[in-house]
């Protein structure tokens, strides 16, 4: 499995938490950082084949951000509105994306009971993330359960450095899509029927 993130922080340098993800991600094995305000520059510009060349030589792309008013930075959309185009992923010929999965990896500034119906910002992830779970539908993709750090404006250092481990560990892992997940579960039971009877 060979992972791709995508990393759209305006400056890095400034960042706490997705820079503590991007400098564990791209120690990591299997997995290419790409920060895409280094790469697109002022003009958030793309090179497109390069773009989508790096995107089929993956399995799971990540597109790695801080929550800016209910969405990504403008540097993650002008990818995007470049890269995942007509023919490529989307409409006639457009299915070379199909079958990869899609991770969105993501820190708030807001707490996590803020999310919530009734809560100060009244919606949940899920829901603000929709376009880019339909955005991976579109493209034939299996959009993976998005991994959410919350509070990470005024996070300690010791918070940062605790999620960083199970950010690695989420994003290895090869279940996250629940197909596979369940595909395992399955033929555990079928290879001990004595399971079953735990389960029913
Ligand atoms: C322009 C801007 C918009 C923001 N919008 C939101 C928002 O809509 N919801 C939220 O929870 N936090 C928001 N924040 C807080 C950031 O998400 C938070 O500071 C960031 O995730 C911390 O990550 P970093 O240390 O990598 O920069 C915003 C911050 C800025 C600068």
Redesign the pocket.
């Known amino acids: 499995m060979k992972t791709l993130v995508l990393t759209a922080?305006p400056d890095l340098s400034?960042?706490?938490?997705?820079?503590a993800w991007y400098d564990a991600l791209s120690d990591a094995s299997n997995v290419t950082t790409r920060d895409l305000t280094t790469v697109g520059g002022a003009e958030m510009r793309f090179d497109i084949e390069v773009e989508q060349t790096m995107l089929l030589a993956h399995d799971r792309i990540v597109f790695q951000f801080?929550?800016?008013?209910?969405s990504a930075p403008p540097v993650m959309k002008a990818w995007m509105d470049q890269v995942l185009n007509y023919g490529f992923a989307y409409g006639p010929g457009g299915d070379r994306l199909k079958g990869r999965e899609l991770l969105i990896l993501v820190?708030?500034?807001?707490p996590e009971h803020?999310y919530h119906a009734g809560g100060y910002?009244n919606f949940s992830m899920a829901e603000f993330l929709k376009p880019f779970q339909q955005t991976a539908i579109l493209a034939g993709m299996t959009y993976l359960r998005p991994f959410v750090a919350h509070g990470?404006?005024v996070a300690t250092q010791e918070q940062i450095d605790e999620n960083v481990p199970h950010m690695l560990a989420y994003l290895n892992d090869p279940e996250l899509d629940p197909k596979v997940r369940q595909a395992r579960l399955l033929k555990q039971l079928e290879d001990d029927p004595s399971l079953a009877a735990a389960v029913s």
């Not at 801080?66 to 209910?70: S, T």
């Not at 820190?107 to 807001?110: C, F, H, L, M, P």
């Open positions: 922080h400034k960042s706490r938490i997705n820079r801080p929550f800016y008013w209910y820190s708030t500034g807001g803020s910002n990470m404006a």
